[in-house]
Structure formats: C-alpha cells, structure tokens
C-alpha cells in the first residue's frame, strides 16, 4: 500500500510563493498535483507543471535550469506525468517539496539570472489546462451502494440493487475520445427517446440532461495482457486522483441502456479536473474501506486484503455546485447541490483495478478508471439530478427563485474536491466545470 | 456514397505476380488490402504494405523508389493507412493496381537495379502482421436481429429481443487496449461466476468460452465533437474493414451484465484480422440494406437515406472454423461451425457510425467498430457457440469424435471472410485466428 506519511506532509511546512500559504488554497505545498499546460506566454509549446497556491511551477523551465535533477538522474529525463515511476514520483515530490520550501532560494535566484528566459513560476490565470495525460482508455465503474440503489429504483422501481453488486464492482467500458478538460462547453446532445405511452421514439435534443460526481484515478505503470493485478500491488498502479463528471442524457439512457449498458446517454462528453493529485498528496486522507453492512458478504478472496480493508478508502469530500444563466446575471454564487465523501464507495479503487485486470485485462498508462457517482446516505450527498431530483419528480428550488429538474442550457456545473482534517493542510483538486449549451444536430 | 466500380475492379486484370492470379486468393489485384508489418529481414521497423496473392508490395520501399507518388504529391508523403484521405486511397489504388498489373515492369525494374538495398515484394510467411492502426476507440454494435434473438433466448427466455431493437443501433463500448492481432494466444480468463442454484459466486477459470464472428471497421477521417455525421455522409469516414473475433466468456457474462453490459467477459481479448480490406475494394459487393419484415418500424429519418437502403449493405461470406488439438494431432482439417453473410445485418455500417456521431460523440482515425455477431435465420449460420449449441445445453460432434459445447484449451478458432460473385474477382479478408491457452490466476 502506497503513502507513507513523511515530512513532506507535515502542516508547518510553508512554501515562499505566499498564496501557498492561505488556509483554503487547495494546493499548498502538501499537495503538488501534476498538470499539462499551454503557457499563454509560450503558446506553442505543451509544459508539465505543479501547481502551489494560485501558480504553476512550470517543471519544463526547472528542468532546463538543472533544478530537478538532484541525485537522481531518473528525474532528468522527466517529461511529463506518464515518464515516472511510482517511486520516481514519490522522489520528484520531494525535490519539489524542498525547492518550494519557505527559505530554499533555488528558483528565485534562477529567475534573477540572466539564464532564465522563460519565468519558471507563472499565474494559472495565464495558462491554458490542457488533459494531463493522453487517455487510452476510460472505464465508469458503479462503485456507490447508494447511488445503485437510488438510480435502480428509477429504472427498476421493484429491484433497484441487482444481486450481483455486492460481489462484482460493476463497471463498463466508457468512451475514451469525448473526454475533455474542465471549462470546455458542453453541447447538450441529441438522441433517441421515447416517453412512456409513446408508441414511437422520436430523435431530438435531451430534456432530461445530468452530471454525475465522480472521482477518476490515473493508471501509471500498466500489466502485460494475461497478467492479473493483485490487490496487494492494485495501488503500485496508480498514478492519481482527479474530478470527473460523466455527462448523462437520462432519457437517452432510459431507452438505450438494455441490454449492453449506457452508450450514447454518455458519450458526447465526460468532463475532468485537469491537476492530477498524487496518492502521496493523498496518503493522511486514507480511511478504512467502506464498512459493510452486517448481512453483506464479504469480497471474494481476490478482492481482499487486509491492508485494503484497513486503509483503502479515500477521505476526499465532493461537491456539486450549479450556476445557472440567471444567477449569473445577478452575481449569485454558485450554489451547493450536494455534498458526498469518497469514503462511502463501496469498491475501493484498488478493488476496482484488481477486478477490472482480473481477466487478465491489460490496462496502461494514462487510462482513466472512475468510481462511478459517488452519492451517500443522505439526502444531501446525492451525487446527479437523478437522484436529487427524485427521476426528474421534484425539481429543486434555487437561491433566485429558478427551478431545476434537470440542466437547462447556461446552466454551469461546479465540481470541487477536497481533504481537510484537523492535523494536515487541505489537499484540494481544483474545479470541474463545465457549461451547457444547445448542440447541433 | 463511396466506391464506383472502374477499371481496377475488372475481373480480366492479371498481376505479375502469379499467385495473385489463383481462384482461390483473398488476395487478386482487384482487392490491395493495407497492413502493418514486421519483416523478418528488417524486424527493427514497421513497414506498411498491400496484399498481393501470397506476396505483400512493401510500400516503404515502393516510396523510397520513387514508385508511388506519379502525378500526386500527397501520395509521396504516406506513410501509412491513416495518413491517407478517402481520396488518396482511392488514387493510391490506381497507382497500385498499374504497378501490379501483368505487363508492368516497374517494380520489376527497381528490383535488378543496384539502388534496390531491400526486395519490394516480400512473402507474407516472411512477414510478422501487426495491429494495422493505433485502435483509439473500440465499439462493438449488435446489428444482427437473428443474433440479439438468438442471445437474448438465452438471458431472457421470455423477452428475447427488447422493445428498442429495430429503433436503436445497439452498441458498447470495447476493450481497445486487449484488441491483438491474429495468431495472438488467447489466455483463459477467469472471473466471477455463480451457477443457477449457488448461494455465492466464485471466482476462477471461466468455463464458457466463445467466439463472436463479427465485421469490423476503421474509421478514417474523424468528425469533430459536437458535429454529428450525416447518414450520407456517414461513408466518408470509412477507412475499410477486417474480421473481428469479439471473444466472450459466457459464465461472467451472465453474472456481470446486469445493470450496464458486458464487461470483463469481453474485456481480456479481441482478435482481429491483420488486414485492412477497404470501401473501393468491396465495391461490387454491395447490396441493399437488410429488408426489414413486413411490419417492423422503418428507421428514423436520420438513420434513413435512399442510397443507405439501396446498397448499404455488404455481401460478405463469413465463416467460422474449429480445429482442436486432437484434430491437429490427427491433421484433420479445421471444421466449419458456421457461415454467415454481413448482408444479414440489421443496421449498416452507416447507420451504426451515424448512429454514433449523432450525440455529438468523435470519432476518430483509427477506431474500430465492429458489428456484433454476425448471425443468419438458419442454424448453419449462427455466429457463436452460445447460438449453435443453445446456451450449452446441445454439444457439437467434431470430425474425430470430440463432442464440444463451449471452447477448450488447444482449440484455434479460425475467422474468414471473402466475397464472390460471377462478374467479379473474389475479394477475401484472410484470416483471424486465435488458440486458446490456459489462463494465468
């Protein structure tokens, strides 16, 4: 089990770049997520990053100044998130931790020489995010007990939980192409549905479009085919963690899904946060794996190991906001749809990449595995408009006297994550966002 | 709609290379297919080549020597399959098919001169095949009515075929990163399973293997997310086609399906054939869409143009044979489970990339999608075991006695594909074969 806590993760530490520093950043010097970016500065070449406070350490600029290498010389070839290894990683967050330390003097007294053409430290407000990896392949696993039974409850009112979700982590094969990065407008689709009573479907624009809560996580080193992955090295494989929101078009859904599963209710756009957070960032945050019920059968051997159970779980807290058109006008902030906690998935994502390698399945660099919507058991933590708004029965009201089944175009959708406890500093994972706007048809 | 017949089509034409001209090749002059290869006397690069009888035209070489470009400048910069727009590779053909053609010397010439470091032509036994493209995306419809019958008999007893059948082209997402090329091992996978009657499941070595004989096809030129594609536009973004052996592990199957579709059934292996039989090659095969019975739904109108039901369909013989180990160990030819023909199928190919597109989705140079199963009304032309052998329960008897009811290990399924007709050469696709080999746990 990866993540130790070190002293890279120690609260005291503060970082010379100030906004760092600031209790509700979501990147102090504890976090150093990775991220690709376009410097509008530099806009025709693609730079590899950290992100500290409100800025961007712009890694490309560092390795060029020979700040990275250290004693290692693995970390001198570094080009972006996918070239290191696990340990590589682990190494490089420590160089890192030390450069950004409040006293190292190595960066700024590179930026004052007359070497430094390019300003290794640079606003995110000047960059534009890119995808922090080339995605290979993208699976949408069904890892929340609560979110299986109320979306089953919708589709299937006399059998919401299947019998086989307490054994199988659910999952399927989503689409890897349509795959965009927080900001990218999102067109609202248009697909076959059929409204109960209709004796024909009719093809047109989704009057029933959602977003779904989900946390993604990064696969870095992959399997050969054939090769199996225990749980005990499930989390060898791992890269990082980031936001996702899996875009669905619940009527297209509805009339598609049976019986090979959700195709093109999904496929139009999937939305990520574009820092990749570490599982070191990571490691103060982890909890038991989600305890089940009595009466629940336990996983099968495979799917077990005691270090799973004891510390598998992630503490991350989810939440979704909506902006709508109208509120924008008013400058009403966005405003809280739910709020859930990754540590009520009932798969963790060890047990989800053991189960998904199990066939001997290869799995690779930058493929992407999401929990699927990460709802809770409460009212307030429900993970999609599905869920809230009871199937589309109960919209909710807004803050500007607006009501809401399901999105409506210049709608904005809000993702945040974070980990917060009274020991560590926040580890945040920035902002999903995406706006809706009428698609082409 | 693409592929006019002209005069590479002409039956009369002869290649300078004698095997090419046999009755019997996949490979006459009038069919070029693309691949990827390895040579074995040049094993550190790829090269990309065409089919020829039992010869392939190394077109690397054919560059290097000046031959391909002619008049056309953008034929000097290929490079391989992906590289060319539906134009060039329709003017790729032409310079291909005078180069082969009985009476040229061009080639023939290069190879007595002294600056040919590297024979051009080059024996396929000589040649190790590679995936013929980067495979982006996989999808795999079920476009076969007598299929989705067939299996759904098996799942659903009652409900064979589900109310949106004739509506929707019905697909999934694949697996794109366990897509091997053929003659690739096939490792048993194994995964959870759970017999009518058992309290739990269990995890290990499936015992429900099967073959899916299926069409597949690359995409070309991609659309751009947000963009729908137009039924008649749909042919343009064809790159061409192969056989597709969709390998399926019934027992997880059935266990995993229920609420989002296969999944790790599918997901440790697909197997394709090594080359890439395109749109202009398959021209004088193509016949109406399937016809729908009297009384079935005519298809949207965006699934629906008068060129798509005149001759969107394609008349492709597919095949399936067995040749167990005990069958090789007595050199007993491989037996013939089943033959089907890609004009059974519910949708086109057209229909189903429309289909695709028409939420907005990409897709891009290098996808593949492939049509499901492909099944006839008659027993002889069920395309899976799960069909010939109804769910199991009636085993095969084989030539030497071997009765099977799913595969074993030592079995090869063995994929061909060919068309025929009295006014054309046979165009075939060669094979996608497969030997089952124990799994690794």
Request: glycine share 10%.
């Amino acid at each position: 089990m990866t993540g130790q806590i070190d002293e890279t993760h120690d609260p005291r530490l503060r970082s010379w770049i100030e906004s760092a520093n600031e209790p509700t950043t979501d990147f102090p010097i504890q976090n150093l997520p990775f991220g690709i970016f376009r410097r509008l500065d530099q806009p025709h070449t693609t730079h590899v990053g950290v992100a500290i406070g409100d800025k961007a350490l712009d890694l490309h600029e560092c390795h060029k100044a020979g700040l990275l290498s250290g004693d290692d010389p693995t970390l001198s070839a570094y080009l972006g998130p996918l070239d290191l290894s696990r340990q590589d990683a682990v190494n490089l967050r420590q160089v890192l931790s030390r450069l950004l330390r409040d006293g190292n003097e190595e960066i700024q007294k590179y930026r004052r020489s007359p070497s430094c053409s390019l300003d290794p430290i640079i606003a995110i407000a000047n960059v534009e995010m890119l995808l922090p990896v080339s995605i290979g392949d993208y699976t949408d696993f069904y890892a929340s007990l609560f979110h299986a039974t109320n979306i089953g409850r919708r589709f299937r009112p006399d059998n919401p939980l299947l019998p086989n979700y307490k054994w199988v982590p659910i999952g399927y094969h989503g689409r890897a192409s349509s795959i965009v990065i927080s900001g990218t407008p999102i067109n609202r689709p248009s697909g076959q549905t059929k409204d109960d009573g209709e004796a024909s479907p009719r093809f047109g624009a989704t009057r029933a479009l959602d977003y779904e809560l989900e946390l993604g996580m990064f696969v870095g080193e992959g399997n050969e085919q054939g090769a199996p992955i225990s749980i005990e090295h499930a989390e060898d494989h791992v890269l990082g963690y980031c936001l996702v929101n899996d875009w669905s078009a619940r009527d297209l859904q509805k009339w598609e899904y049976q019986p090979l599963g959700p195709f093109l209710s999904k496929s139009f756009a999937t939305t990520i946060s574009p820092w990749i957070v570490t599982p070191e960032a990571l490691a103060p945050f982890r909890v038991p794996a989600f305890a089940r019920a009595a009466g629940d059968p336990q996983p099968l051997a495979y799917l077990y190991s005691e270090a799973n159970r004891a510390r598998g779980g992630l503490d991350i807290t989810l939440e979704v906001f909506l902006l709508t058109e109208g509120m924008r006008q008013r400058k009403i902030s966005p405003y809280l749809l739910s709020q859930g906690n990754a540590r009520d998935l009932y798969w963790t994502f060890a047990q989800m990449l053991t189960h998904h390698a199990s066939n001997g399945c290869n799995v690779g660099p930058g493929d992407l595995i999401a929990s699927g919507t990460v709802s809770g058991a409460t009212a307030e933590s429900r993970g999609c408009l599905m869920e809230i708004t009871e199937g589309g029965t109960r919209p909710i009201s807004l803050p500007n006297g607006e009501a809401r089944t399901f999105l409506q175009d210049g709608d904005e959708v809000i993702l945040r994550g974070y980990c917060q406890s009274e020991n560590f500093r926040r580890i945040g994972f920035g902002e999903c966002r995406g706006l809706i706007g009428p698609g082409r048809t």
